[in-house]
T-cell receptor, first 113, second 111 residues
Framework: ETGVTQTPRHLVMGMTNKKSLKCEQH?????MYWYKQSAKKPLELMFV???????ENNSVPSRFSPECPNSSHLFLHLHTLQPEDSALYLC????????????FGPGTRLTVL | SQQGEEDPQALSIQEGENATMNCSYK?????LQWYRQNSGRGLVHLIL?????REKHSGRLRVTLDTSKKSSSLLITASRAADTASYFC???????????FGEGTQLTVNP
């Protein structure tokens, strides 16, 4: 495992539920990312935070709401999801925002019923 | 169409053989990276090659980059069953600030 942890590892939720995914990095990095990984698709970048400020939001539906309270923690709040949102959600961090090496957490496997 | 496309989509070899995976991209890049992902887990960074480099080695891994052909290859020598995973290339385009990942190559190494 890397210095990036994610909880929970598995989550099953109904379309009317509200849940949150948590990511924590212990690497002293300044940038954190949320990715969505669906079967047979490339990784989709959802959100980027640099020094706790959101710097990218790639046309993600409002039912996904990120929060970065400090440079070590990143949350993804989920509300009124659709079955097509079922996927592996990966958190990553890097020293600074840009094109350097990224360190990934193990992911949260989300199933929306 | 996407920036990074890996080829082949799937590769099955015997332990001890070499595995070669290719990545093609479309725009100018600052660097290209390779990552490995074991089933249902996070990605692990393997190697980064800059646009002014042609070849890099790390243990049993050899990466080449041909910017004129906009392609890269990842060679794993003397493969082991533990190398079974998906391998992704990611490009850092000169026009942007992010990494763009391809769909990956699923490598299976049979014991």
């Amino acid at each position: 495992e890397t210095g990036v942890t994610q909880t929970p590892r598995h989550l099953v939720m109904g379309m009317t539920n509200k849940k949150s995914l948590k990511c924590e990095q212990h690497l002293g990095h300044n940038a954190m990312y949320w990715y969505k990984q669906s079967a047979k698709k490339p990784l989709e970048l959802m959100f980027v935070y640099s020094l706790e400020e959101r710097v990218e939001n790639n046309s993600v539906p409002s039912r996904f709401s990120p929060e970065c309270p400090n440079s070590s923690h990143l949350f993804l709040h989920l509300h009124t999801l659709q079955p097509e949102d079922s996927a592996l959600y990966l958190c990553a961090s890097s020293q600074d925002h840009g094109q350097g090496e990224q360190f990934f957490g193990p992911g949260t496997r989300l199933t929306v019923l | 169409s996407q920036q990074g496309e890996e080829d082949p989509q799937a590769l099955s070899i015997q332990e001890g053989e070499n595995a070669t995976m290719n990545c093609s991209y479309k725009t100018s890049i600052n660097n290209l990276q390779w990552y490995r992902q074991n089933s249902g887990r996070g990605l692990v960074h393997l190697i980064l090659i800059r646009s002014n480099e042609r070849e890099k080695h790390s243990g049993r891994l050899r990466v080449t980059l041909d910017t004129s052909k906009k392609s890269s290859s990842l060679l794993i020598t003397a493969s082991r069953a533990a190398d079974t995973a998906s391998y992704f290339c990611a490009t850092g385009e000169t026009s942007g600030s992010r990494l763009t990942f391809g769909e990956g190559t699923q490598l299976t190494v049979n014991p």
